[in-house]
């Protein structure tokens, strides 16, 4: 999995916007949307509200997690707690880049968010780390992370996956199993 | 950015991979050796005399490449018994318990954990020991390629590798990766389109003309 499929996933996550246009409900595969009526707040999937702030007929509303006060209570719980703290969002690293990409003029003090988000992240990560460390160094059997985000998982994913292979195959070399395929003459 | 070319990896435990190139390449390490019988007219072969006719006389040191070593390695007919070579014996092992992370492994030998499970291959009293430490030394030098490849981005990076061997160059290549992607898609370079890799020389490739 790379980043930029966690992010088509991360799309689908719903927003609030205010149009300004009206159109009535339209019928989508995966479900209805709208009607948008001008200057009435509705709720759409991210990846319309980006596209339709691009073409500038709307205007985001940033979702309630995404203040100041908010993210920086997140951050100071995550750096007091030794386990994951459980985010606002599954995908709240996915949508911090896109809405702060996209719609920095409809979110109040933009940056100091980008900040907080990527402590908030920055901490998650080295957790994950440190866990990690600990699962190999005492080679145990099972780990259980709660609350982590499909994101970070993939960041780490591939190469622990790999240690924990080469881990494995050389745990087996202890116990000298049969079957040594030597070829006879 | 998918892949076209998949590698065989290393078969990492007591059988190789066949198709792997590194194990190809791990198995040409050489172990020391004694022949245990007199093996005729082979002298120019291993090293020992000038012209085909000499025969190794019995008992001698040769220096064996791992694949023939395995080959020729029968308990019932005895042509040849090997050693451990010096990293895998006692001194070596108790350098690597106390701290794993300052050996330099690329010097003791590129493959130190894929040798070293093959010579558990041959019956040896120390085998277990040999498993153990291997095992050890790897846990013990995770956190350090953990901690290097995932936090070191566009930086050069040959300091850090100088002195992992190859197995755990090629989890640093891993862990980098993981974080140029992280970071490539951050800075939102993983929506723009470019030429994949495979296609970009074909532009430079002028055609010659053909005379004649």
Not at chain 1, 130 to 153: C, G, P, W, Y
Not at chain 2, 26 to 32: A, R, T, W
Not at chain 2, 167 to 188: M, P, S, T
């Amino acid at each position: 999995m790379e980043p930029a499929e966690v992010e088509f996933l991360a799309e689908k996550e719903l927003v609030t916007i205010v149009p300004n246009f009206s159109l009535d409900r339209i019928h989508l595969i995966g479900g209805d949307l709208g009607p948008f009526n001008p200057g009435l707040p509705v709720e759409v999937p991210v990846w319309l509200a980006i596209n339709l702030k691009q073409r500038q007929k709307c205007r985001l509303i940033p979702p309630e997690w995404m203040d100041v006060g908010k993210l920086e209570e997140i951050r100071d719980q995550e750096r007091k707690e030794d386990t994951f703290t459980p985010m606002p969002s599954p995908y709240y690293m996915e949508l911090t880049k896109l809405l702060l990409n996209y719609a920095s003029d409809n979110i109040p003090r933009a940056d100091e968010i980008r900040t907080l988000v990527k402590d908030t992240w920055d901490t998650r990560v080295a957790k994950l780390r440190l866990s990690a460390d600990s699962f190999v160094r005492q080679q145990e059997a099972h780990a259980k992370l709660d609350n982590l985000t499909l994101m970070e998982i993939i960041t780490t994913g591939t190469f622990l996956t790999q240690a924990l292979d080469h881990m494995y195959k050389l745990r087996t070399n202890l116990q000298p199993g049969e079957g040594s395929h030597s070829q006879e003459f | 950015m998918s892949e076209a070319y998949f590698p065989v990896g290393p078969g990492l435990g007591m059988e190789e991979n066949f198709l792997s190139l590194d194990d190809i390449l791990m198995s040409q390490e050489k172990l020391p050796g004694r022949a245990e019988t007199a093996l005729p007219r082979l002298a120019v072969l291993m090293g020992q005399g000038a012209s085909s006719a000499e025969s190794v006389p019995e008992g001698s040191k040769l220096e064996i490449p791992l694949w023939l070593a395995k080959g020729l390695h029968d308990s019932k007919r005895r042509i040849i018994s090997v050693e451990l070579p010096k990293i895998y014996k006692e001194a070596w092992r108790t350098v690597f318990s106390a701290d794993a992370n300052v050996v330099d492994l690329h010097k003791m030998g590129p493959y130190y954990y894929g040798f070293g499970s093959q010579l558990l291959n041959f019956e040896n009293p120390e085998n277990p020991e040999i498993a153990q430490t291997i095992l050890q030394t790897f846990v013990a030098r995770f956190r350090r390629i953990m901690d290097s490849s995932q936090n070191a981005y566009n930086e050069d990076t040959s300091a850090l590798v100088a002195r992992l061997d190859e197995l755990e160059r090629a989890l640093f290549q891993v862990g980098q990766k993981g974080l140029n992607d992280f970071q490539c898609w951050e800075k939102g370079q993983a929506s723009q389109i470019t030429a994949s890799s495979l296609v970009q020389n074909y532009g430079k490739r002028k055609l010659t003309e053909v005379d004649g």
